[in-house]
């Protein structure tokens, strides 16, 4: 049996290895002086002012949106990871599902504005798959309605619309995860330029008291801690920070690398009619942290998926059931199949394969002929 090809592969090399051994030997592993430079540094990389690091992005959706003090309805796509969702419920504000565009599978602005009303605070653009949402139509709306956008940017690190990265239009939130287009175990990042939402965001994360411990090593006292509200522990430590620092200075050549073999599947793929490769629009820059092809109604698409899986191509499906359809959103907030026909056909057709930056060439062909055989066996 041939090797199987991973969905994902994160890139570790010697200096991630050397940097977790100055940090257990410093004896500083929490809330230290790597969380403060790895802000700063991926502040800098965005193009934001502020950036807050904390230990997941569902936490840094949450923490956003409390920053902010949201009350009321947040507008996002159902066509996404429950954690987008989850964090507008836990920070205390109402998901309201718009539909998505088929090709791109991002957020429909047209169906945003249907979407508003008096109650409306916010939207949550979600960039899916690495792809950015239409932010000069999504900002535009949100001026116009004085709305505040926090861009879900988890799996688009690095990604631009019209040259500006994501998650620096308004407030943005990044994941970490080891899925993600770099990693630091689990983490998350929030980008502001707002000095106020920074600073909110430091609190919350942090049991509500506004100075961290390094901080307050400089302070007369340090020892006083006072809590400004019942936050939580949303930290990011110093492990993950310095893993964070050394992919920072990767980052590029790895999304480079995965647009290079974005585009080497799509040339393979593109010749079967019964499959729709990613969609890049010309002013997008997608950074591919998943590679998902849509398969046409001719194909049995579970199948399709098993047989892959089956035959060492570790293929999977993002997003099914969308958010919209999960029990917790179908009993709260009375989300009936049928609401968002686009993205309810299209969570039924997508396939997600493998895709990475050290992805061979040989990976890659093999993927390529596997799909041609699972087009054969999987017609319906
Ligand atoms: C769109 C989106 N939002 C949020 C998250 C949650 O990220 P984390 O696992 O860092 O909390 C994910 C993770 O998979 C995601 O894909």
New binding site residues.
């Given amino acids: 049996m041939s090797e199987r090809v991973p969905l994902c592969k994160p890139g570790f090399g010697k200096e991630e290895l050397k940097r977790i051994g100055e940090v257990l030997e410093s004896g500083w592993l929490a809330h230290g002086p790597r969380v403060k430079e790895f802000e700063e540094k991926f502040a800098g990389y965005i193009g934001a002012k502020y950036a807050v690091s904390l230990n997941?992005?569902?936490?840094a959706?949450q923490a956003a949106i409390m920053a902010k003090s949201l009350k009321g309805e947040i507008i996002l796509p159902s066509f996404?990871?429950p954690?987008?969702a989850n964090a507008i419920v836990n920070a205390g504000c109402v998901p309201v599902f718009a539909d998505i565009e088929k090709d791109t599978m991002n957020i429909s602005p047209e169906d945003i504005m249907k979407k508003i009303n008096h109650n409306t605070v916010g939207i949550m653009p979600?960039h899916f798959a690495g792809l950015s949402c239409k932010m000069d139509k999504i900002m535009e709306i949100a001026t116009n309605h004085d709305l505040t956008v926090i861009e879900?940017s988890?799996?688009a690190i690095g990604s631009t619309y019209q040259s500006k990265k994501t998650g620096s239009f308004d407030i943005g939130c990044f994941?970490?995860?080891p899925?993600k287009n770099i990693t630091t175990g689990?983490?998350?990042m929030i980008t502001t330029n707002d000095e106020k939402i920074a600073e909110n965001a430091r609190t919350i994360r942090g049991h509500g008291v506004k100075k961290g411990a390094f901080e307050r090593e400089k302070l007369d006292k340090p020892w006083i801690r006072v809590s400004v509200m019942p936050g939580y522990n949303f930290r990011m430590n110093e492990i993950s920070a310095v893993l964070g620092l050394t992919q920072l200075k990767k980052l590029d050549r790895f999304n480079e690398k995965r647009r290079e073999n974005a585009k080497y599947l799509s040339k393979g793929l593109s010749r079967y009619k019964q499959i729709t490769v990613p969609s890049e629009p010309e002013d997008a820059y997608h950074v591919y942290q998943m590679y998902v092809i849509q398969v046409s109604e001719s194909v049995d698409r579970d199948n399709f998926v098993i047989f892959l899986r089956n035959n060492n191509v570790e293929a999977s499906v993002h997003f099914e059931p969308p958010v919209h359809l999960h029990p917790y959103y179908m009993n709260e907030y009375k989300c009936r199949e049928g609401d968002l026909p686009i993205t309810e056909n299209v969570a039924k057709r997508v396939v997600t394969l493998p895709m990475f930056p050290s992805m061979t060439k040989k990976q890659m062909d093999k993927i390529i002929v596997t799909i041609c055989k699972a087009l054969e066996k999987c017609k319906q």
């Fill in positions: 997941s992005c569902a936490s959706l996404t990871f954690a987008s979600v879900d988890a799996e994941s970490f995860y899925t689990e983490g998350g």
